[in-house]
């Protein structure tokens, strides 16, 4: 396991195979970032730990644990950005990998101009650094979240300050990119965001522009990431109490004077 500057935006590459692992560290060299390469699961765990990466890659067919338990246990220990690589590219397998905690799933081979179109995309996004180290500096501030204050809907709220998700006063966990999801439709209130105008959310590029074309895949990625997001609200698409669905547009929050229990939108 290599080391890194206290300093550094670092990225963890956790990758049996060599020549994937040496296209991602190139990737992530010339995108800024000092990497350290980890070949299995557990080491990989263990320089999340260490080193509070801004970005984690995870092959999902890993010797001894797969990627979806190592991406359920980086989650318990960490906010980091993960993108899963695999090989296996139907949809059950890419809603598999958002629920084990994935913000984004790239199918391989890899292509070096995406990867680095996905990365430059996690630094735009508007959403929390890394924590620094235990006993280490602040490291600055962090990036501010996609609401500014405390949002609440009924009995849910959310403080992007704390980075905190509460439910009838208990914490919810969320993976970042489902905070981030959440904090859009807070913002937006009833007003109806699409699948494509979350898509370009998650990726930072709210203001339009050469990069703001949305594919099937980016809102099929979307589509999982509400799923799980409903999951963990307690919520469902039949019987809303926060997110309702608007057939063939998109999403909104429900009425704040809907009752529990209110018409079915999806």
């Given at each position: 396991?290599?080391?890194?500057?206290?300093?550094?935006?670092?990225?963890?590459?956790?990758?049996?195979?060599?020549?994937?692992?040496?296209?991602?560290?190139?990737?992530?060299?010339?995108?800024?970032?000092?990497?350290?390469?980890?070949?299995?699961?557990?080491?990989?765990?263990?320089?999340?730990?260490?080193?509070?990466?801004?970005?984690?890659?995870?092959?999902?067919?890993?010797?001894?644990?797969?990627?979806?338990?190592?991406?359920?246990?980086?989650?318990?220990?960490?906010?980091?950005?993960?993108?899963?690589?695999?090989?296996?590219?139907?949809?059950?397998?890419?809603?598999?990998?958002?629920?084990?905690?994935?913000?984004?799933?790239?199918?391989?081979?890899?292509?070096?101009?995406?990867?680095?179109?996905?990365?430059?995309?996690?630094?735009?996004?508007?959403?929390?650094?890394?924590?620094?180290?235990?006993?280490?500096?602040?490291?600055?501030?962090?990036?501010?979240?996609?609401?500014?204050?405390?949002?609440?809907?009924?009995?849910?709220?959310?403080?992007?300050?704390?980075?905190?998700?509460?439910?009838?006063g208990g914490e919810v966990e969320l993976t970042p990119t489902e905070f981030d999801l959440l904090a859009t439709l807070l913002d937006s209130g009833r007003r109806v965001r699409s699948k494509s105008e979350l898509a370009l959310v998650l990726r930072g590029d709210t203001a339009g522009g050469a990069s703001d074309y949305v594919g099937e895949p980016d809102r099929r990625t979307v589509e999982a990431h509400m799923t799980n997001l409903r999951r963990?609200?307690?919520?469902?698409?039949?019987?809303?109490?926060?997110?309702?669905?608007?057939?063939?547009?998109?999403?909104?929050?429900?009425?704040?004077?809907?009752?529990?229990?209110?018409?079915?939108?999806?």
């Open positions: 396991m290599s080391t890194v500057s206290e300093s550094a935006r670092v990225a963890v590459i956790i990758e049996d195979d060599v020549d994937v692992q040496t296209l991602l560290d190139e990737v992530f060299r010339a995108a800024g970032f000092e990497t350290v390469l980890a070949g299995s699961a557990p080491e990989g765990i263990a320089a999340v730990v260490a080193h509070h990466p801004v970005i984690t890659t995870l092959d999902v067919n890993l010797p001894g644990m797969d990627g979806f338990e190592a991406a359920r246990r980086i989650r318990e220990v960490s906010t980091t950005f993960i993108i899963m690589l695999s090989a296996l590219s139907e949809e059950p397998d890419v809603v598999l990998g958002l629920s084990a905690g994935a913000d984004d799933y790239l199918v391989k081979p890899v292509r070096p101009r995406e990867l680095r179109a996905r990365i430059e995309a996690v630094m735009r996004r508007p959403r929390f650094e890394a924590p620094p180290a235990p006993g280490s500096p602040s490291g600055g501030a962090p990036m501010p979240s996609p609401a500014a204050g405390l949002q609440t809907h009924r009995d849910l709220s959310l403080d992007p300050d704390t980075h905190t998700v509460l439910v009838g963990k609200l307690g919520d469902t698409p039949a019987d809303p109490r926060f997110i309702e669905t608007v057939r063939g547009v998109g999403y909104r929050l429900t009425s704040a004077d809907l009752p529990t229990g209110g018409v079915p939108k999806a």
